[in-house]
């Protein structure tokens, strides 16, 4: 693994990256229990239209959970991971550590001069989940336009998130409403929410500092904006991407892929 501009490797012996790995997922897990079915399909989606030795932009990358997932698919594949999260970026580091596959760079994603410390050009696919809902429209949407400039000619963006569509408030109602009880059950096994996940990390002597230093970048939670899937389509075709439309959906979130 190389490293741009990122967190300082921590130099800490006998941590184990992939029990954090293993807690960060099952903590997702809980809110996305379908989580591992969209990456399955989005690597399908990255197989069938730039094979299976692509260069890829994981976009917002946080602990390299698509990274991971990439390079087990398939090994020849070569991964940027980008983020600006201290504490997620310090167990991606120790996860990917000794992987020249995998280059990590520490940025801001609104940030307008972000793609200049990315390690290439061009990529064949730019990645990201449930990551973009933390950005209001507007920067957004600037974001797309600089992604359009990154993915080559023929290669492809995706984007799993939660999308949701205010035209139907009973729907909405109905979905979350199941989903929440059945998260209310799952919690009774003891599985870790998001703020409980991080007050882990904020005990863990490697991890404390990052932690600290990450609410001290974003707060307790980001406010952003989850538009519609039309909307997602229609911006990324403005900004230069020949096709969009979802690739996977469940009932609260999308799996959207725009074409170069």
């Given amino acids: 693994m190389t490293e741009t501009g990122t967190t300082d490797t921590t ?10 790995q293993d807690s960060w997922d ?3 897990e809980w809110y996305m229990p379908d989580r591992e079915e969209r990456f399955r399909i989005m690597l399908d989606m990255v197989e069938a239209l730039v094979g299976r030795a692509p260069r890829v932009l994981d976009l917002a990358c946080g602990t390299g959970t698509i990274t991971a997932r990439l390079l087990a698919r398939f090994p020849e594949a070569t991964s940027t991971g980008v983020d600006l999260d ?21 940025a801001d994603l609104k940030d307008p001069d972000w793609p ?12 990201t989940a449930t990551a973009l809902h933390w950005l209001h429209s507007e920067p957004l949407a600037a974001l797309y336009g600089q992604v359009a400039g990154l993915v080559r000619d023929g290669g492809v963006f995706m984007n799993a998130d939660h999308m949701i569509d205010d035209s139907t408030p009973r729907i909405n109602a109905a979905e979350r409403a199941l ?14 929410d998001w703020a409980e996940w991080w007050q882990l990390a904020a005990e863990d002597p490697v991890l404390a500092g990052p932690t600290a230093r990450r609410f001290e970048i974003y707060g307790e939670h980001a406010d952003g904006e989850m538009p519609p899937v039309a909307w997602h389509a229609r911006v990324l075709r403005e900004k230069g991407f020949a096709e969009a439309r979802p690739v996977w959906c469940s009932p609260s979130d999308t799996l959207l892929l725009a074409l170069k």
């Fill in 26 to 28: 099952r903590q997702q």
């Fill in 86 to 106: 201290p504490a997620l970026l310090t167990i991606a580091e120790g996860t990917f550590a000794g992987d020249d596959r995998v280059t990590l760079v520490t």
């Fill in 179 to 192: 989903r929440h009880a059945r998260m209310d059950q799952a919690k009774q096994g003891g599985v870790l």
């Fill in 116 to 127: 200049a410390g990315l390690p290439h050009d061009s990529y064949d696919a730019v990645l």
């Fill in 11 to 20: 130099a800490a012996t006998g941590t184990d990256w992939q029990a954090w």
